[in-house]
């Protein structure tokens, strides 16, 4: 009987090593996640990881087994996809058709790419069914193409930068999927120019700003498109609004202790918009010394003058369309704090070592000693926020147009270690911030500035986006 046994075990036990070894193996692991995927229906997630595990290893059995049931229940599944949506009523239909194709063709280039699987059992080469779908899929494409052309087409004669939008989004759509589709992109740009046309023969600046756009558009489908450029030239200029920025106002109760905060945070905001072609587009920013030379004429101060109740007196005696007025609420530093905490490392080190005789043999072996390193890890912060506010006022009727409250903020942050001991107890946090130097924090000046920059981009950040 344990003759038997052992028997047994000596024909099973290789058996049972080499299945382990697969099941551990990347090619086994790969195919574990394919059946699973495989037993969700997800046939085409268990395709792609059944591939990678034949690419790794040919002629692992379970992997051939599940690539030969998958696969044709995938492209069954795709197929019937087709099918169902070719009967359906959907208005874009061909979109999900196209996508379906494109699966079915990565699933058979998927499967195309393996190498040939020769089957255990049969020693007969494994054959799938890799037709070709390709003709399939342009004739999906075309079909994809016209519906949103016609779309387009539809959307193409109505008015309202909205409906030419919509209208070239779905010109555009046609093109991806067959590039150049009839005259989509001809449609598209025309679209743009009439609108364009029918805005610039209004008044208002908003309204020419909106017809250059227009312009613009029509030429990102044909560039140069009839004569857009000329038109967008002429809307540009009585679209671009001329805008007067004051001073920000301190009243953060600081008392000047930072510097002249509001002139540097104008100044800044000033320098960013100029630096940026597209926010400079539409936008004409009154220079400083033009204001105080106009303002002194009227013997107006640079600040404190302007509220909505004014803006309408004051813009139009600097000749602008809006007015840009702002106040910086509260400035706060938290100064330099300095923590620290204590810890001991311990290390077994191989301290020196002592010849021993074993076998005959003389050899070297380690005496281990314990090591211990007292370690002072310090911890130094500081930081600054500064608070502010802008409002831009409409000249012409007085009404407030846009308004902003951000916070700029700047955190200073150092660690670094100090130890006594032994340096080779050290590890881990302690070891990397023991090679760091003591930093010491930005005064409070700096700290201010450094958080006057971030605020100075946030404000000209939305600013920015404003003028465009």
């Known amino acids: 009987m344990i003759k038997g046994k052992i028997t047994l075990w000596a024909i099973l036990g290789p058996i049972l090593f080499l299945s382990g070894c697969a099941m551990f193996s990347e090619y086994g692991k790969l195919e574990k996640s394919a059946r699973e995927s495989y037993i969700e229906r997800d046939y085409d997630a268990a395709i792609s990881q059944v591939t990678r595990s034949l690419r790794i290893k040919p002629d692992y059995a379970e992997s051939q087994q599940l690539i030969k049931e998958v696969f044709p229940k995938a492209l069954d599944m795709h197929l019937d996809n087709i099918n169902a949506a070719k009967s359906s009523g959907a208005k874009f239909k061909w979109d999900d058709i196209v996508k379906e194709y494109k699966i079915l063709i990565y699933l058979t280039d998927e499967v195309k790419s393996l190498p040939n699987l020769v089957d255990k059992n049969t020693d007969q080469l494994i ?14 494409k075309n079909n994809a193409a016209e519906d949103h052309y016609q779309e387009g087409f539809s959307l193409f004669g109505r008015k309202g930068i909205r409906n030419r939008d919509q209208a070239a989004e779905q010109f555009k759509t046609a093109n991806k999927y067959v590039p150049g589709y009839k005259d989509a992109s001809t449609l598209a740009a025309e679209g743009y120019y009439q609108e364009g046309l029918l805005l610039s023969k209004k008044e208002g600046v908003d309204i020419q700003k909106q017809a250059a756009k227009a312009f613009t558009a029509a030429q990102v489908w044909i560039p140069g498109y009839k004569d857009s450029p000329t038109l967008y030239a002429k809307a540009r200029r009585a679209g671009i609004k001329r805008l007067a920025m004051f001073p920000f106002e301190d009243k953060s109760g600081k008392g000047g202790q930072y510097g002249a905060v509001g002139d540097t945070i104008l100044d800044g905001i000033v320098s960013d918009i100029m630096n940026d072609s597209q926010a400079t587009e539409f936008l004409e920013i009154v220079s400083r010394d033009h204001l105080g030379k106009v303002l002194a004429e009227q013997k107006l101060g640079m600040s404190g003058v302007i509220n909505i109740s004014t803006a309408t007196q004051v813009g139009n005696i600097l000749g602008v369309h809006e007015i840009l007025t702002g106040q910086i609420t509260k400035i706060s530093v938290t100064p330099e704090q300095t923590t620290s905490k204590s810890i001991q490392q311990k290390k077994e080190v191989c301290d020196r070592k002592k010849k021993v005789v074993k076998d005959g043999k003389e050899r070297e072996e380690c005496i281990w000693d314990t090591v211990v390193a007292n370690v002072k890890i310090y911890n130094r912060k500081a930081g600054a926020t500064i608070s502010g506010s802008y409002k831009v006022i409409d000249v012409k009727s007085a009404k407030l147009k846009e308004t902003q409250h951000l916070s700029g903020n700047y955190q200073f942050e150092s660690s670094w270690a100090s130890f006594s001991g032994d340096e080779r107890a050290l590890k881990g946090e302690a070891k990397r911030l023991s090679n760091q130097n003591e930093e010491k924090a930005p005064v409070a ?13 946030k404000l000209s950040g939305t600013l920015k986006e404003y003028a465009r």
């Open 445 to 457: 000046d700096e700290l201010v500035n450094k958080a006057e920059k971030d605020l100075i981009g």
């Open 127 to 140: 054959h799938f069914d890799l037709r070709s779908y390709s003709s399939e899929l342009g004739e999906a």
